[in-house]
Nanobody, 123 residues
Framework: QVQLVESGGRFMQAGGSLRLSCAAS????????MGWFRQAPGKEREFVAA????????VYADSVKGRFTVSRGDAENTVYLQMNSLKPEDTATYYC????????????????WGKGTLVTVSS
């Protein structure tokens, strides 16, 4: 069973920076691609960013391009999300996803989710 543990979320002021971390276990293999999603209160979960490090590909939602950076962690099956210039509309619970692949500009991941980490951005 895949387990995903996200961390790093907290209350922030607009304009600030924050780095989220995620570790996946139970995959049984080293994932080449991982992604980040978020879900704001009352809204559906949406894609944020993904990375395939074996192919050197990163993809981002338009709403975070130029502000967020996804990168591979030091340990196997770990990923970071560096978030800069935070905006109140970035407020959401952030989830990571592992074991996926990127085709074109779309990340396709497994249907396994952690508990997420809450990011709250105040104006």
């Amino acid at each position: 069973q895949v387990q995903l543990v996200e961390s790093g979320g907290r209350f922030m002021q607009a304009g600030g920076s924050l780095r989220l971390s995620c570790a996946a276990s139970g995959l049984g293999y080293s994932s080449d691609a991982m992604g980040w999603f978020r879900q704001a209160p009352g809204k559906e979960r949406e894609f944020v960013a993904a990375i395939n490090w074996s192919e050197g590909i990163t993809v981002y939602a338009d709403s975070v391009k130029g502000r967020f950076t996804v990168s591979r962690g030091d340990a196997e099956n770990t990923v970071y999300l560096q978030m800069n210039s935070l905006k109140p509309e970035d407020t959401a619970t952030y989830y990571c996803n592992a074991g996926g692949t990127i085709i074109g500009d779309v990340y396709y991941g497994l249907n396994d989710w952690g508990k997420g980490t809450l990011v709250t951005v105040s104006s």
